[in-house]
C-alpha cells in the first residue's frame, strides 16, 4: 500500500488514515468481522498546515473514484452541485468524496443551507461504500449536528509543527533550488523557523 510520501509530520493522524485505507482496499474483509468503514472524516486546523493535501493522498492511496467539491459557484448552482457529487459517488461506490473547505460552504452566518443539504446528503449515503472527507480551517461555525458521530466519526486537528519538522518541509520542497547546499546561500530559511 502506498503511503503519505508527500506529507511530512503529522506522524499520529498519518498512521490513521492508514488504518482508514486498509479499511477501504479491503472493504469485504473487515465487513466480515463486523467493521465498516466511518461514514466520514474531518480535518481541520489553520490554513496552510496541509488538509487538503492529506485528503487527497488518502484518496490516491485509496484508488477509487473521487470526486472534489469546492465552493466555487453562487448557492443555488452549489447546492445542486453538492446534491450531483453524492449521486455520482453512489453511482460510482466504492468512492470518496471530498467537501474541501467545509467552513466556507455558507454565504453568511444567517444562512446554513448548503450544511443542511450536506448533512441531509451524508445521512443518504446509508450502508454504500463512500466515504466523506471534509477539510474546514475553522469548525465554530459548522452545526454540532453535522459535526457529530454517524457524519464525521473520526476528527483530525492539524497543528503548528514542531521546528524541525518545518525545516524538513521546506528543505523536500526547495531541494531543487540549491537553497540549502553548503555553497549557496540565498536566503537562510532555517532562520525563519
Not at 482496499?25 to 465498516?36: Q, R, S, V
Not at 484518496?59 to 448552482?77: L, M, P
Not at 457529487?85 to 468512492?95: I, L, M
Not at 471530498?98 to 443542511?116: G, N
Amino acid at each position: 500500500m502506498k503511503t503519505f510520501e508527500k506529507v511530512i509530520g503529522y506522524d499520529d493522524i498519518k498512521e490513521e488514515l492508514l488504518k482508514v485505507a486498509d479499511m477501504f482496499l479491503n472493504l469485504e474483509e473487515y465487513k466480515a468481522i463486523g467493521a465498516y468503514i466511518p461514514k466520514g472524516i474531518l480535518i481541520y486546523g489553520r490554513p496552510g498546515m496541509g488538509k487538503t493535501l492529506l485528503a487527497n493522498e488518502l484518496a490516491e492511496i485509496c484508488g477509487c473514484f473521487t470526486t472534489v467539491i469546492r465552493k466555487n459557484r453562487n448557492q443555488s448552482d452549489f447546492i445542486q452541485e453538492l446534491r450531483n457529487g453524492f449521486t455520482e459517488a453512489k453511482e460510482n461506490a466504492p468512492s470518496i468524496i471530498i467537501l474541501d473547505d467545509l467552513d466556507k460552504y455558507v454565504p453568511d452566518e444567517e444562512s446554513k443551507e448548503e450544511f443542511y443539504v450536506v448533512q441531509a446528503c451524508i445521512d443518504d449515503i446509508g450502508n454504500e461504500d463512500i466515504l466523506v472527507v471534509a477539510t474546514a480551517n475553522n469548525i465554530s461555525g459548522i452545526p454540532d449536528s453535522l459535526l457529530r458521530k454517524g457524519r464525521f466519526d473520526k476528527q483530525f486537528e492539524l497543528e503548528v509543527l514542531p521546528k524541525g519538522v518545518s525545516e524538513q518541509i521546506v528543505e523536500k520542497y526547495t531541494d531543487n533550488y540549491g537553497i540549502f547546499t553548503s555553497n549557496v546561500n540565498v536566503i537562510d530559511v532555517k532562520k525563519l523557523f
